[in-house]
């Protein structure tokens, strides 16, 4: 597994996402978000206990027939710096007011999700697909929750809706000084 040195990115990510704002039903094609998705149902690079509970997650909402699709999970410090970049000295949107090293992300202990419908992936908070008359996005977060994820959903300053992480108790400092034992 990797050696991951830094993690304070990750609690900031997200912050000004437009397709995350959730105001209204947002989709796009699986096809479309090939590049920026994984093929597998589980992303690389996480911290093994986030690996196992994302896959039980994953397997949960299945049980219940929501299908989620992980469009995050670690990043190294270039790719977050990439994305920071975003929307500042880059083209596009900024999605993001973490640098490299500031994210949950950059040390495996993070991941994003969407709803999987058909061929489309979408951010829709308030979608039924179950038709169990609740929302599939709150179902996936509370059985996250109930598998020791936190959820951004639950922040006070900026809910980040796809978002849940493990901090194992451990603080962005302590990940990025090293003041930690993550394996």
């Known amino acids: 597994m990797k050696n991951f040195k830094s ?16 105001a209204s039903f947002s989709t796009a094609s699986a096809d479309q978000w090939h590049e920026n998705t994984y093929e597998s149902s589980q992303p690389q690079g996480l911290h093994p206990i986030v690996a196992e509970r994302a896959e039980i997650l994953r397997q949960r909402a299945a049980s219940i027939g929501i299908v989620i699709r992980f469009t995050d999970g670690f990043r190294s410090f270039e790719e977050q710096d990439a994305l920071y970049a975003q929307g500042r000295t880059e083209s ?9 090293g500031q994210s949950y992300h950059n040390y495996g202990l993070a991941v994003d999700y969407a709803l999987e419908v058909g061929h489309q992936v979408i951010w829709d908070i ?9 929302s599939d996005w709150f179902e ?4 996250a929750k109930e598998l020791g994820f936190t959820w951004g959903g639950d922040w006070e300053s900026f809910r980040d809706y796809p978002h849940l ?3 194992f108790g451990y603080s962005l400092h302590n990940l990025q000084t090293g003041n ?3 394996y």
Not at 92 to 97: A, F, L
Not at 126 to 134: A, T
Not at 140 to 143: D, E, L, P, S, T
């Open 140 to 143: 996936v977060a509370q059985m």
């Open 180 to 182: 930690h034992y993550l």
């Open 7 to 22: 993690l304070a990115p990750l609690l900031f990510t997200l912050l000004a996402v437009p397709s995350f704002a959730f």
């Open 92 to 100: 596009g949107y900024i999605v993001t007011n973490a640098r490299g």
């Open 126 to 134: 308030e979608y039924d697909g179950n038709g169990n008359g609740r």
């Open 165 to 167: 992480q493990m901090d």
